[in-house]
C-alpha cells in the first residue's frame, strides 16, 4: 500500500495532469472490453471451487482446459474489437490534445497487449484461489509493487517520452506476474495441465452461467470505465486524472479488502456444493461484515484528512481530487457489504433473475449521469449518482438471496447492517470532535489518525463482533503470540 501511493505520487508528478489523465482514459477503453475476461473470471472461479468441493479431479482437469479454450477464442475477439472499435472510438470521440494523440495510441495498443496477456493467465489465478492458496498472492503482490517501484525509477532517470515509456514498462510488469502466476500454478496444481478438450454441454453450462453473469460484469465496467469517457468527452483529460488518483487511491485501500475476501470465497461456495447451507450464510454474514469493518479501519482517518493528507502526498492537489477521493471510498465502504451476497448468489449456478435485476440496476449510472452532466451538473455527480445505485442495489440483494439460498431478511439487517452502521457511528464521534475543532496541520491529523485507530478497535472488538467471533480472536491471538513467546 505505501509503495503503490508513492509511486502514484511520482508518475502523476513525472507524467503531467494531462498525460497522467491520457493513461487513465485510454486504459479505461482497453478496460471496456474486460467485461469478457471478468464473466469468464468469475465463472472459472466458481466451477474450480464447486469440483474442489465435490473432490472431483478428472472433472476439474477437463474444466480448467476447456476454459483455457474459451479464454483463447476470448482473446482474439477482444483483440478484433479492441483494433477496430476501440481505436475508431480514441480516434474520433475521445477529448485528447493533438500534440498527445500519437502518444494516446502507442499507450493504447500496449493497454491491448496487457490485457490480452492477462486474459490468458486467468485460469490460473482462479485455480489458485479455488484452492485457497493466498500465499502465493501475497508473494507475487510484493513482486508487483517493487517492479512498478522500479519504474517509478526509470521514468525519472529516461529523457524517452514519459508516457510512452510508462506503458511499455507497465506492460512489462504485467508479463512477468502472469508468467509467475502460470508457472507457479502449473507445478502446483495436477489440473493445470492443458490438453485439448471439448466437451458441449460443459462448454454450455460454461457459457450459460458466463452469459448471464455478463450483465452484471458489463453495468460494473460502465460504472467505472463508461463514467471514466463521459467525464471524459464532458470535461477533458484533467477531470479524468483528478478521478484517476481518487480511484488509485481507493483500488490501494481496497485491495486490502478484498485479497482477504478472496479467502473466504471459495469457502462459500465449496459449502454449497455439499450442501451446508447453515455455514455457508454464515460466512456470507461474516464477510459482509469484517469486509466493512477492515475498509473502514483503513479509510476512515482518509475520510476526515482527505485534504491535508493529499496536499502532502501530491503536494499540488488537481481540482476535484478531494471530493472524489471521498465519495469513491464511501461508495466502497457501500460496496464492500455485497461481496459476500454476491458471491452466494453466484454459487448457486442459477443467477439469471439475479443478474437481470441487481445488474439493471447498476446499468442506470450512465444514463442518469449522463443526463444530469448534460443539464448543467459538475463532475462530481456522477459518483452521487453511483453511491445512490449501490445502496439501491444492496437491498436488492437481499431479498433477492432471501429467495435463493434462505437468507434471513431480518437477521442480516440486525447482524450485519445495523451493527456495522452503530459502530460505524461510535467509531466517528471523537474524532470528529477533533476534526471539527482543530485547525488543519500535523498535530490534528496526528490526533484524528491515534483516535480513529483507538476507537476503531475498540468499538469494532467490542460491538462489531459477536461473542464467537471475539474469543476466535483471542484464541488465535494466544495461539499466533503468547505461545511462541513462551516457547
Known amino acids: 500500500m505505501i509503495i503503490q501511493l508513492f509511486t502514484v505520487r511520482i508518475v502523476l508528478n513525472t507524467l503531467g495532469v494531462v498525460d497522467y489523465g491520457i493513461n487513465n482514459v485510454v486504459g479505461g477503453i482497453v478496460a471496456m472490453f474486460s467485461f469478457l475476461s471478468n464473466t469468464m473470471a468469475s465463472a472459472s472461479q466458481r466451477f ?133 502466476y502460470k508457472i507457479v500454478s502449473s507445478r502446483l496444481y495436477k489440473e493445470c495441465r492443458f490438453n485439448l478438450y471439448w466437451n458441449k454441454k460443459m462448454f454450455s453450462e460454461i457459457m450459460s452461467y458466463s452469459g448471464w453473469n455478463l450483465l452484471g460484469v458489463l453495468s460494473g465496467i460502465i460504472k467505472n470505465q463508461g463514467i471514466n469517457i463521459l467525464l471524459n468527452i464532458f470535461f477533458g483529460p484533467i477531470v479524468n486524472a483528478a478521478r484517476g488518483i481518487a ?43 469484517i469486509s466493512y469493518f477492515l475498509l473502514l479501519f483503513i479509510t476512515l482517518p482518509v475520510l476526515f484528512e482527505t485534504e491535508f493528507i493529499l496536499t502532502i502526498w501530491l503536494q499540488k492537489i488537481p481540482e476535484y481530487v478531494i471530493i472524489f477521493t471521498r465519495l469513491v471510498i464511501l461508495t466502497s465502504l457501500l460496496d464492500s457489504l455485497s461481496y459476500s451476497l454476491t458471491t452466494a448468489a453466484l454459487a448457486t449456478g442459477k443467477i439469471k433473475m439475479y443478474q437481470i435485476v441487481v445488474g439493471g440496476i447498476l446499468l442506470f449510472n450512465l444514463p442518469v449521469s449522463y443526463l444530469l452532466l448534460k443539464v448543467g451538473f459538475g463532475p462530481e455527480i456522477t459518483m452521487i449518482i453511483a453511491f445512490g445505485i449501490s445502496f439501491i442495489a444492496l437491498f436488492i440483494r437481499i431479498l433477492m438471496l432471501n429467495k435463493m439460498v434462505g437468507l434471513n431478511i431480518l437477521n442480516y439487517l440486525k447482524d450485519v447492517l445495523l451493527k456495522v452502521l452503530f459502530t460505524s457511528f461510535l467509531i466517528t464521534l471523537l474524532p470528529s470532535i477533533f476534526y471539527l475543532t482543530m485547525g488543519q496541520g500535523f498535530l490534528r491529523l496526528s490526533i484524528v489518525l491515534f483516535s480513529c485507530f483507538t476507537m476503531g478497535f475498540i468499538f469494532i472488538y467490542f460491538v462489531g463482533l459477536t461473542f464467537n467471533e471475539r474469543n476466535y480472536i483471542n484464541e488465535l491471538f494466544k495461539n499466533k503470540f503468547v505461545l511462541k513467546s513462551v516457547k
Open 247 to 289: 480511484y488509485q487511491i481507493n483500488s490501494v485501500v481496497n485491495q486490502f479488502v478484498i485479497n482477504f475476501f478472496k479467502s473466504i470465497e471459495p469457502q462459500i461456495i465449496k459449502y454449497y456444493a455439499v450442501e451446508n447451507k447453515n455455514k455457508m450464510l454464515s460466512l456470507v454474514f461474516q464477510g459482509s461484515k
Open 48 to 180: 474450480f471451487s464447486y469440483e474442489i468441493g465435490k473432490n472431483d479431479l478428472v472433472k476439474l482437469k477437463n474444466t480448467f482446459s476447456l476454459t483455457i479454450t474459451i479464454y483463447i477464442i476470448i482473446a482474439i475477439i477482444v483483440f478484433i474489437l479492441a483494433e477496430s472499435v476501440g481505436l475508431w472510438f480514441l480516434n474520433k470521440h475521445m477529448t485528447i490534445p493533438s500534440e498527445r494523440v500519437v502518444a494516446a495510441n502507442f499507450v493504447y495498443q500496449f493497454s491491448i497487449l496487457s490485457f490480452i496477456v492477462t486474459i490468458l493467465t486467468i485460469p490460473y489465478n482462479a485455480s489458485i484461489t479455488a484452492h485457497e492458496n493466498m500465499k502465493i498472492y501475497a508473494y507475487v503482490s510484493i513482486v508487483e509493487v517493487v517492479l512498478k517501484l522500479i519504474i517509478v525509477a526509470f521514468l525519472v532517470y529516461f529523457t524517452f517520452d514519459k508516457l510512452k515509456l510508462y506503458s511499455i514498462l507497465m506492460f512489462g510488469v504485467t508479463l512477468i506476474i502472469s508468467l509467475s
